[in-house]
């Protein structure tokens, strides 16, 4: 699986406050963002594939309504994530 609990703990631990802290604003952005190239890197190869096409714009949603919510609390952890991952904005 390309998602694994090791994995997550990397991102958490990069990205986040520490690898136990899931549930900061900038580990779960990192974790979407992870999760949105893996599912593009798959629809590049499987053009018909609507599920997984679904569940990419989903993602991406979430990963918006995150964004924006660090964006209104904490604009200088906004730049700096944005920055670090290379999300176009």
């Known amino acids: 699986m390309y998602l694994d609990t090791k994995t997550k703990s990397e991102i958490f631990a990069e990205y986040g406050q520490s690898a ?7 580990g779960q952005i990192a974790l979407f963002t992870f999760r949105i190239k893996h599912l593009t890197e798959h629809l590049k190869t499987n053009k018909k594939d609507m599920a997984t096409m ?4 989903r993602l991406v949603g979430k990963r918006r309504k995150l964004l924006d919510y660090l964006k209104s609390k904490d604009i200088e952890r906004y730049r700096e994530i944005i920055k670090k991952l290379g999300i176009r904005k």
Do not use: I
């Open 20 to 26: 136990t802290n899931t549930g900061s604003a900038e």
């Open 54 to 57: 679904r569940a990419l714009v």
